[in-house]
């Protein structure tokens, strides 16, 4: 069991950056790949980036591409999520999850966080 949780969200103009955080119980660099989500409101669950567990292998989603950079330090058990020159419509519920294979599709991870809010003003 790997239990994750999500930290640095809040309320930020747009243009602005936020860095989002995401701790595991336990190691998981040797075990799991790390993916981030989001969730905005009345919209579908949807992919944002993921990193192999040797960092190694990433991907983003189109749309955050050039301005998200996920990272992991698997000395710390953590993964981040550098967000830059945000938009109002980057506003969301960012998730992290982890999964035994390198992914972007949501039901392939085995364990999630709680979610942590982020909103763009514009």
């Known amino acids: 069991q790997v239990q994750l949780v999500e930290s640095g969200g809040g309320l930020v103009q747009a243009g602005g950056s936020l860095r989002l955080s995401c701790a595991a119980s336990?190691?998981?660099?040797?075990?799991?790949?790390m993916g981030w989500f989001r969730q905005a409101p009345g919209k579908e669950q949807e992919f944002v980036a993921a990193?192999?567990?040797?960092?190694?292998?990433?991907y983003y989603a189109d749309s955050v591409k050039g301005r998200f950079t996920i990272s992991r330090d698997n000395a710390k058990n953590t993964v981040y999520l550098q967000m830059n020159s945000l938009k109002p419509e980057d506003t969301a519920v960012y998730y992290c999850?982890?999964?035994?294979?390198?992914?972007?599709?949501?039901?392939?991870?085995?364990?999630w966080g709680q979610g942590t809010q982020v909103t763009v003003s514009s």
């Open positions: 990193i192999s567990w040797s960092s190694t292998s990433t």
């Open positions: 999850a982890a999964s035994t294979v390198f992914t972007i599709r949501r039901g392939e991870y085995d364990y």
């Open positions: 336990r190691r998981t660099s040797s075990s799991y790949a």
